[in-house]
């Protein structure tokens, strides 16, 4: 844990605090029992904020009671951690009580924190509640307040199970009351980060500064460059069998296998730049850094076609996305037809009447191409699986040309028992995993399984040859989601990540996006993340340092500006794509501040900072020592030069630093003078 010198971290100013114990511990008299009072269930609670499911009167998940340890309450709110409903009270209220704790049907893995905000002081709270915890009472004074927030924060532990009871809630009115308290859906802050606009002449070459690939197999990279004007490339060193075409795009295939030291060379009217490509040619060498690209689903779901991918292939170009390392158009769901009579898979001939025309078209364009599959017998939108087919079916992709696989899960769990074993587990992905080694091209492996069976010990083994794995449930654009899929990609999954292998935490959630799902309350029609500006930079942040793939989920002929900054920032990318590939991890907290810190290749680190705590919180933050932030295989002490990515700008020679972060915020920086990276 940090010591207070290392961090001080100052909220919004708390007044007395009320938690267990009777109202007239705190000032309630035993007249307020006759007076007027108005039940929580009786205002519109509907208009509670909350990051996935639906607010609930009365009760929580299909009609069962609200039901804290061994007690049950006929009124309340059933709600899910994050979750804020504001509270007009209009100067009429006179106190605040309700019985408060995990639902029950989360079970013993919930975690859930209750505060009650009075006109912008915490006025009550719980301490951290564990699932199976007894119903705590809580009380506030609202004596001539105008203002309540009824909150729940998860404690920087999200999960699927924190399912939280604001039980027999209720204000109690002023005797000569007016009016009466209104619910209203609280707004949160939704200003846009201050980012770097990339407007730079100068030439700058970004992207892997390593590329793997298999001897006499096709390869295709367009070197990702930006600056004004016209750039002309040129390249030396290359092995025989790669040349660069006039689109900047290295094509052909490398004869014999060897590390080849390559140098890149960019020019234009500003000036010239020039940078080290390393292309590592043999065996099982794909994704030498996390992939990155576009995926359909989340920006299409089961509506996806030609025209559609085609459009966006062109959109990833012209933006400038794929001049920052973006290189992946990936197809999920909903693109399958049905077999012949041969057996071969065909696509839907309404939304793709030819797709090999539209997977040329994309290696046109210097980019590849990927497509998606399940292994059971139809897959997540519910188009027929490769159940039966796979040797068959893979190597119909790779005569297409396809360059990316996702395989999920889906229905396979119909084939087998009701128990997997892991070994049933890794059956499928096995013998997709030796099919793929059989076909004459590369081909990343995408294992899309969720996590089960801990995927991350096996998924790169010789029995499976996986390059990336999904290590938890679909990320959906919700802050808790974004912390069950990020900030728990904690110190059990990190060492396994790593050239040529890396854990995924799913698609990012940027954008204008389309998620379909009426239970969660996801309306399935475009619209911007859910995520508020500051929550998406943070996004973007942890998915770099967590050396995450970085696929966009978002409609790309839709992009705003702040978008293309968040996904554009070449500082950012860089400690993604960092060719070290070690995985951030968690090595400090205090309080709602998470540090977490990876070593990059050139000897320096990357730093991020977090404020987790719940959406009324603002943390001052003082890092006041350099050796207390950094990871033990990190050997910078004193004052070193320190770098704001986000800003892409120079905050001098220092020991540390004082900064406000936001609630759900973040500072990501590199500190340490930079040496001769590694391996290139």
């Known amino acids: 844990m940090l010591n207070r010198r290392a961090f001080i971290r100052n909220t919004t100013e708390v007044a007395a605090i009320g938690v267990i114990g009777n109202p007239a511990a705190h000032g309630a008299s035993a007249a307020s029992i006759a007076e007027r009072v108005i039940a929580l269930s009786d205002l519109a609670i509907d208009l509670t904020r909350q990051g996935w499911s639906r607010p609930e009167r009365n009760c929580r998940l299909k009609g069962k009671p609200l039901t804290i340890g061994h007690r049950q309450f006929k009124s309340g709110l059933g709600t899910v951690a994050d979750s804020i409903l504001q509270i007009n009270l209009k100067g009429v209220a006179k106190e605040f009580s309700a019985w408060v704790g995990p639902d029950a049907v989360g079970g013993p893995s919930a975690c859930v924190r209750f505060y009650v905000v009075v006109d912008g002081k915490i006025a009550a709270q719980t301490p951290v509640m564990a699932g199976g915890a007894a119903p705590v009472h809580i009380f506030a004074n609202l004596q001539g307040a105008k203002d309540m927030l009824l909150v729940v924060d998860a404690a920087g532990y999200h999960t699927w199970s924190n399912y939280a009871d604001w039980g027999d809630a209720a204000i109690t009115l002023q005797p000569n009351a007016t009016a009466l308290p209104e619910s209203q859906r609280y707004e949160p802050d939704m200003s846009v980060p201050d980012l770097a606009r990339d407007n730079f002449e100068q030439p700058e070459i970004h992207g892997p500064q390593a590329i793997g690939t298999t001897p006499e197999k096709p390869f295709i990279f367009k070197i990702p460059v930006t600056g004004a004007g016209k750039i002309s490339l040129s390249v030396t060193g290359l092995p025989a069998g790669l040349e660069l075409d006039q689109q900047g795009v290295l094509r052909g295939s490398v004869g014999q296998a ?96 030819d797709i090999k025309a539209l997977i040329d078209h994309v290696h046109s364009l210097g980019l590849k191409f990927g497509l998606y599959a399940s292994p059971g017998p139809v897959d997540c939108g519910g188009c027929i699986g490769s159940y039966g087919h796979e040797i068959q079916d893979i190597h119909t992709y790779a005569q297409w040309g396809v360059d990316y696989f996702k395989y999920d899960w889906c229905s396979y769990g119909q084939t087998i028992t ?211 932030i950094l990871p033990r295989d990190v050997r910078l002490s004193g004052k070193q030069p320190i770098r704001d990515l986000w800003k892409r700008h120079d905050l001098g020679h220092r020991d540390g630093l004082d900064m406000e972060l936001p609630s759900h915020g973040s500072m990501i920086v590199k500190v340490g003078s930079p040496r001769s990276a590694v391996g290139v």
Not at 468 to 488: E, Y
Request: charged share 20%.
């Open 258 to 353: 060897g590390s080849y030291k390559v140098e890149i060379i960019a020019r234009n009217n500003v000036g010239r730049t020039s940078r080290r490509l390393e292309i590592r040619a043999g065996e099982r060498l794909l994704a030498q850094t996390p992939p990155m690209g576009w995926s359909s689903w989340n920006a299409f779901g089961v509506d996806v076609d030609q025209e559609k991918i085609w459009k966006t292939a062109d959109a990833l170009l012209q933006s400038g996305l794929a001049d920052k390392g973006y290189s992946f158009i990936n197809i999920d769901a909903g693109w399958t037809g049905q077999r012949n009579t041969a057996g071969r898979i065909m696509p839907d001939k309404n939304k793709f009447p």
């Open 418 to 628: 009701a128990a997997p074993t892991t070994i049933e587990y890794i059956e499928p992905y096995a013998v997709m995993g030796q099919a793929i080694g059989t076909v004459e091209r590369d081909i990343v492996f995408s294992l899309c399984q969720y996590g089960m069976a801990d995927p991350w010990k096996w998924a790169a083994g010789p029995q499976v040859r996986g390059n990336l794995w999904r290590i938890s449930d679909d990320l959906i654009d919700f802050w808790a989601s974004v912390c069950i899929n990020g900030f728990h990609c904690d110190r059990r999954i990190a060492a396994y990540a790593g050239p040529g292998h890396w854990n995924d935490p799913d698609m990012l959630v940027v954008g204008t996006v389309n998620f379909t799902n009426a239970s969660l309350g996801f309306p399935g029609k475009p619209q911007a993340s859910r995520l508020t500006p500051i929550e998406q930079q943070t996004h973007i942040s942890l998915w770099s340092l967590l050396a995450a793939p970085l696929i966009i989920g978002c409609d790309l002929t839709k992009l705003d500006q702040f978008t293309m900054d968040l996904l554009s920032n070449p500082e950012v990318i860089a400690i993604d794509q960092d060719i070290l590939g070690k995985q951030a991890q968690c090595i400090k907290q205090a309080g709602h501040i998470q540090v977490w810190a990876r070593p990059l290749a050139d000897g320096t680190a990357a730093v991020g900072i977090f404020n987790l705590g719940p959406v009324t919180e603002q943390a001052s933050v003082r890092w006041s020592e350099l050796t207390v």
